[in-house]
């Protein structure tokens, strides 16, 4: 069994395979991921309130030793919060009325507030 050490992969290719010498190898990579939030009209900054619409099934918490559990029905959808600060991948810090947990994008949105 021959290893092979690569340096250096190219960012993007042109097509689905990547030549090293003279083997083929598949290429599957990623490069980019993008969330569509309507075009960009629901913008999330620290202070915007949200609405849960759908319940996570794990809670993490955003203190500075998180804690990892189960929700067993803490968060649930049509709860209210604001968001305190945003995290890597898409997670943000929300300020609920049971504390403060990480939450991933996907299971909350904006709330339209009427003035």
Do not use: H
Request: glycine letters at 6%.
């Amino acid at each position: 069994m021959a290893l092979v050490s690569f340096t250096s992969i190219p960012k993007c290719q042109s097509s689905s395979r990547f030549s090293y010498g003279s083997t083929q190898l598949p290429l599957n990579l990623i490069t980019k991921c993008e969330l569509n939030t309507n075009g960009g009209s629901q913008k999330l900054e620290i202070g915007s309130p949200i609405i849960v619409i759908e319940s996570p099934k794990l809670l993490k918490t955003a203190a500075s030793v998180p804690c990892l559990r189960p929700n067993v029905g803490l968060v649930k959808p049509g709860d209210v919060g604001r968001i305190v600060s945003r995290k890597p991948m898409d997670v943000w810090a929300v300020r609920l009325s049971i504390g403060t947990y990480l939450i991933d994008r996907k299971y909350f949105k904006p709330l339209e507030l009427e003035e």
